[in-house]
């Protein structure tokens, strides 16, 4: 049995080890033959850019080597997919090298695309990316008076990030001495100011508290630059001297060049986790088109789901468990403070009182999450 | 609704949630295709419209059949 994995992030690398782990003796006896193939050799905490924005993590902190965190019987190659045969059974590599399978997990993720928008590659920073984060962080040194306008595209990875990145400026401002100086701007896509409407209600308060302004209905349709000036399709505009965006997503450019689903999103089943059409392709985390949060945490159980399925099949011959839409959010809510919330298909989201402990349990996990890619927690 | 392009099943979620995926699939279309939009959280019976609405797209028809909504948009621009 040849199980390839394609992609080496969250989704991917929980997969494999949990296999691994699963599969050992089929593995050791050379029953099941499990690979791994990544764009990278590096594996990036990308939760942490955040913290590099606000000059509380620097960027090496963000890395380790991928090989460093597989079992031992993964056999990984930095070799990314360009071509999928799909009806083959067959992915064909960069290096030109075929890899056959007879069960195939696309784990790709996602990618920023701020060329999406008019103008928002030259006018806006963003942390959304290593060097965004370091720009960003510099600019925010810089600044000492003025409009920090936050302007959201759609969809983005990490739905929470935008509220988290609006209590951190209003904390780092603080801690500087010049709020008074500073105008905080939020634009929000829907109609309230988050899409989790217990966040929304919870948020409100607080943004009204910490003197944030606030925009809803604000869908980002161009950035003039020059001007210094964000407008929206719905028709209004924000002037500011300092532009932070969260920019719109898409799936990988080979999910899209190989037509295996629009905006480079897979069409997946929302329970068993395969691709539509192909019952031995399993899609995970950001590639899936499944109306849940792009998030690592996402990922992170449906990985578990699929691991449990694909050892099942081999064991007993039927998959086991259905994923139920299991997502979980850190919330930070400042530079001392977090909540979280839990949530999946059939139960909202319940947001906990914010706390410091939650923060520090935060802190930790920016370093637990080491254990968990690998399958440990 | 036989002219329907696409049916956008945004039901039992919570984020991004309903409003967030039409969003999201609006951008995809193009002018002139009318997307279904099927939701299960009370509020996209107005919050949909009122986006639909301001942002200057044309709300064919809202309907909650046994606890589902469906509600068909075409894309203006």
Known sequence: ?377 | MSDTNKVIDARDTFCPGPLMELITHMKQAEVGETLELLSTDEGSGNDVPEWVNKVGHELVSSEKIDGVWHIFIRKMK
């Open chain 1, 1 to 377: 049995m040849r199980i390839l994995i394609v992609g080496g992030g969250t989704g991917g690398t929980i997969l494999a080890n949990n296999l691994a782990r699963r599969l050992a003796s089929e593995i050791r006896s050379r029953k099941v033959k499990l690979t791994m193939l990544s764009a990278s050799d590096k594996h990036m905490y990308q939760p942490g850019l955040l913290y590099v924005a606000f000059g509380q993590m620097t960027p090496d902190q963000l890395y380790r080597d991928q090989q460093s965190l597989l079992e031992p019987g993964i056999d990984f190659h930095v070799d990314p997919a360009e071509e999928f045969q799909l009806d083959n059974n067959k992915v064909i590599t960069k290096s030109g090298k075929t890899h056959e399978y007879d069960m195939l997990v696309i784990a790709t993720g996602s990618r920023i695309a701020p060329e999406q928008i008019p103008g928002m590659s030259e006018g806006a920073d963003t942390f959304y990316s290593e060097a965004g984060a370091v720009k960003m962080f510099k600019r925010l040194r810089e600044i000492e008076e003025g409009t920090i306008a936050v302007a959201v595209g759609v969809p983005h990875k990490c739905p929470i990030a935008p509220v988290e990145l609006v209590f951190a400026l209003h904390d780092y401002f603080t801690a500087k001495g010049i709020r008074d100086k500073i105008k905080i701007k939020y634009h929000y896509p829907i109609g309230r100011i988050h899409t989790i409407a217990n966040v929304a209600t919870w948020a409100k308060p607080e943004f009204d508290r910490m003197g944030i302004e606030y925009e809803t209905l604000f869908n980002v349709k161009e950035v003039d630059p020059e001007n210094k000036v964000v407008r929206s399709e719905e028709g209004t505009e924000t002037k500011y001297d300092m532009l932070i965006a969260i920019p719109p997503h898409t799936g990988m450019e080979v999910v899209e060049k190989n037509n295996l689903g629009t905006g480079g999103w897979i069409p997946t089943d929302r329970h068993r986790l395969t691709m539509e059409g192909y019952d031995n392709v399993y899609v995970l985390g950001d590639t899936t088109n499944l109306p849940v949060s792009k998030t690592g945490s996402a990922a992170h159980f449906e990985a578990e789901v699929v691991a449990e399925n694909i050892a099942s099949i081999i064991k007993i011959g039927i998959p086991v468990r259905d994923y139920d839409g299991k997502v979980y959010c850190f919330i930070e809510t400042g530079h001392d403070s977090a909540t979280h919330a839990m949530f999946d298909y059939k139960n909202p989201p319940d947001l906990k009182p914010s706390s410091k402990p939650m923060h520090w349990f935060k802190m930790a996990y920016n370093q637990m999450y080491w254990s968990s890619v690998r399958g440990l927690l």
